[in-house]
């Protein structure tokens, strides 16, 4: 059994980290080979040895299959099943928190496979020709001794408690092969507190296997689980496949961004991929998850409320907007008459944190749900939002200390580098808040008086901001991260993103010059712990780069996203952005790609909503490109195409509706933001 099932943390760690010994390698390992797929041949010497991992969830299972190519072509796999719902008892000599991240998962290597035999000899696969990647993973051998070909695909169904693989034999050789198999039949029991898990294990492959030439034949294995109150999944393998492809046509319908950079493309419908699938079903209803092996079935402050949700509305997912809603209705509950200080997540099911921490939660769930609400452009939904809001702000306001900036315990980082008693991420986010309030309250016809309260709160902000945190840092006139800091960090870049452009040009710089590195934007260089000088987290890149894209910084912006993008697609660690290294050692947590298409829409396109029905957009098209679109953007309760044309020494920007009407054609400089209104 332990030859079958194991943590194995040693190989665990191969998978894991063989991609950060080798990054520096700059030949790009994938190649794309249509919007949504990449490839990746194993017949390439320079390709080998290789190793990485990809997650695939559904609603009730995550899987992340970890694959090793060694260097003689020879493939193994490991497949780490998650049932997020089921809650197994922690071990007695476990941390108490440890019941925060319990989830019934195993983790199952090639032994658990059904085996071939013939001519008292064991069936091998030949040496690993090609892995593809289209949302699910799949894998294509070489003939074997014997002249059979396996290919094998992987993928989560959506809906139940189950992941598949199928497999298929092919038979390329001249003559008859004909095989005995034996059969994978295994059960494991767990408790729980739900009462007894039951894990099952098993394939349908025949016990007898005759291949002519040109033949072939396909089988499917299948991990489940149930608690004593359930049947086992009925799903066939084939069923759970068709409607997990439902599921990626379904996406990839939806907010089609089109440039001449084809790298771009596609990690865009790769971004939109994996932002979508982490929804859980959960006690809160439907919920978005960061996965990544660590967090399912819980929302927080910032990766939900503030990084993913607002993406929603613009995709149309309606699976994404129920989440998105969900989350909100959860920290609602929270609000109270004393303004006391929100949880910052609802780990497994509802349960709040272990260690309440006011890292800004307010301002982030302000941020987030004004513009989610704006951008839904429904005003019911926006009336629902307004009260979870307004006391966001609220508590924020009552937070200022004596020099007008909002005070929290910590930032989204929950402790790991200083943050001090008041930093830059909190009010830069409580600004941001102010404004789209603004605006979401003349939709709602809000009153005069509490409108310009927001506004006056607004620009005392924007002021308080420039004298408490703007100084000279490392010789440029940027922004300290909270009083007695004197190191540039990556949130320096959130005062561009939420329209403060005073200090842009020594920020740009900060950001592409001092804090920048192969693997975007450091957290911190010039750390005396020598240590934070290693960290990277792909949410500070990606707010860099929508926030210099904002600014103007066009070109230079559009140079980091190519290489940025490049290395997160084609290079060791693919097909998405990352959380973090070393922590986590970049686990694909979903939010991460929600904040990439964020850096299209909102950065390159310029998209800010204004009203319910309304936005302004100011393009940054690149020099080197003549045009780009976004098409099928779904926000402010339309269907929607931009177009973007350079015309001599102008661009041409259209919007066109569902239909094919030109709603807007208008030729301008993009010095300027362009007003539009689906009410006119």
């Known amino acids: 059994m332990k030859n079958i099932i194991r943590r194995n943390v040693t190989l665990i760690l191969l998978f ?30 320079q390709n080998l040895p290789y190793s990485d991992n990809i997650e695939m969830d559904g609603k009730r299972v995550a899987g992340i299959v970890s694959y090793a190519i060694d260097s003689l072509g020879t493939l193994s796999i490991e497949r780490q099943v998650f049932f997020p719902q089921l809650h197994p008892y922690i ?28 001519n008292n000899k064991r069936f091998a696969p030949g040496k690993l020709k090609r892995i593809d990647i289209n949302g699910t993973i799949s894998f294509e051998h070489l003939p074997s001794e014997n002249g059979i070909i396996l290919k094998r695909q992987l993928a989560p169904s959506p809906s139940q408690r189950l992941f598949v693989e199928q497999f298929t034999l092919i038979n390329t050789s001249k003559k008859k092969m004909s095989y005995n198999t034996t059969n994978t039949s295994l059960q494991l029991k767990d408790m729980g507190t739900q009462g007894t898990f039951t894990t099952v294990v098993t394939s349908n492959i025949p016990s007898n296997i005759v291949l002519k030439p040109g033949d072939s034949v396909s089988f499917s294995l299948r991990i489940m689980a149930k608690t004593d109150q359930e049947s086992l999944p009925d799903q066939t393998v084939e ?50 998850s960061p996965g990544g092996g660590r967090y399912y079935v819980g929302i927080w402050a910032n990766d939900q409320a503030e990084y993913v949700n607002p993406f929603f509305p613009y995709l149309g997912y309606d699976i994404g907007n129920i989440s998105a809603m969900n989350t909100y209705r959860a920290f609602a509950t929270k609000t109270n008459a004393e303004f006391t200080k929100l949880p910052y997540a609802f780990e497994v099911e509802g349960l709040p944190p272990p260690a309440p921490l006011d890292r800004g939660d307010a301002a982030m769930i302000a941020y987030g749900a004004s513009q989610y609400a704006l951008t839904s452009g429904n005003k019911s939904i926006a ?20 020099d007008g900036v909002v005070q929290s315990e910590s930032d989204e980082m929950e402790g790991r580098i200083e943050t001090g008693t008041a930093n830059l991420a909190t009010s830069s986010l409580y600004y941001g808040a102010l404004n789209l309030t603004v605006d979401l309250g003349k939709s709602l016809k809000k009153s005069r008086k509490i409108i310009n309260a927001y506004e006056h709160e607004s620009k005392e902000m924007a002021k308080n901001i420039e004298t408490y945190f703007g100084a000279r840092i490392e010789g440029l006139d940027t922004y300290k991260y909270y009083k007695e800091h004197n190191a540039l960090r990556h949130w320096v870049c959130l005062p561009l993103v939420v329209g403060i452009n005073k200090r842009q040009d020594a920020t740009i710089t900060a950001l592409f010059d001092r804090l920048w590195t ?23 890149t990606l707010y860099a780069l929508r926030g210099t894209f904002l600014s ?49 829409v909102e950065g390159l396109f310029g998209i800010i909503p204004t009203g319910l029905k309304s936005f302004s957009v100011l393009p940054k098209l690149p020099k080197k490109w003549d045009h780009m679109a976004l098409r099928k953007i779904k926000a402010f309760g339309e269907n929607f195409d931009i177009e973007i044309r350079r015309k001599g020494n102008t661009t041409n920007v259209k919007i066109i509706d569902v239909n094919g009407t030109v709603l807007l054609n208008k030729n301008t400089t993009l010095q300027k933001p362009i007003s539009f209104s689906f009410n006119k």
């Not at 700059?26 to 017949?43: D, G, L, P, V």
């Not at 290395?567 to 991460?592: D, F, I, Q, T």
């Open 16 to 45: 894991m980290n063989f991609f950060i010994f080798s990054q520096e390698r700059s030949k790009n390992r994938w190649k794309i080979t249509s919007e949504n797929a990449i490839h990746f041949n194993a017949q390439e010497r």
């Open 91 to 118: 071990k007695e000599n476990d941390p108490s928190w440890f019941v925060y991240r319990s989830y019934l998962k195993h983790t199952f290597t090639d032994d658990i496979l059904p085996k071939l035999f013939t």
């Open 239 to 288: 069923d759970a496949i068709t409607q997990r492809q439902i599921f990626l046509d379904k996406i990839s319908s939806s907010l089609v961004l089109e440039t001449p950079n084809q790298t771009l493309n596609t990690l865009f419908e790769f971004s939109k991929i994996r932002a979508s699938e982490s929804i859980y079903e959960s006690k809160l209803g439907l919920i978005h």
């Open 383 to 402: 009336e629902e939002l307004w009260p979870l809001i307004s006391w966001c702000l609220e508590y924020c306001k009552r937070q200022l200390n004596t």
């Open 518 to 540: 192969d693997n975007g934007v450091h957290v911190e260089k010039n750390n005396p712990n020598r240590a934070i000088s290693t960290i990277f987290w792909d949410r500070g």
């Open 552 to 600: 103007g910084a066009t070109d230079q912006s559009m140079e980091k996203l190519e290489q940025f993008s490049n290395k997160r697609l084609l290079g060791n660690r693919v097909p998405y952005v990352v959380e973090a290294y070393p922590e986590g050692n970049m686990a694909h947590l979903s939010a991460e790609s929600g904040l990439y298409c964020r850096v299209f």
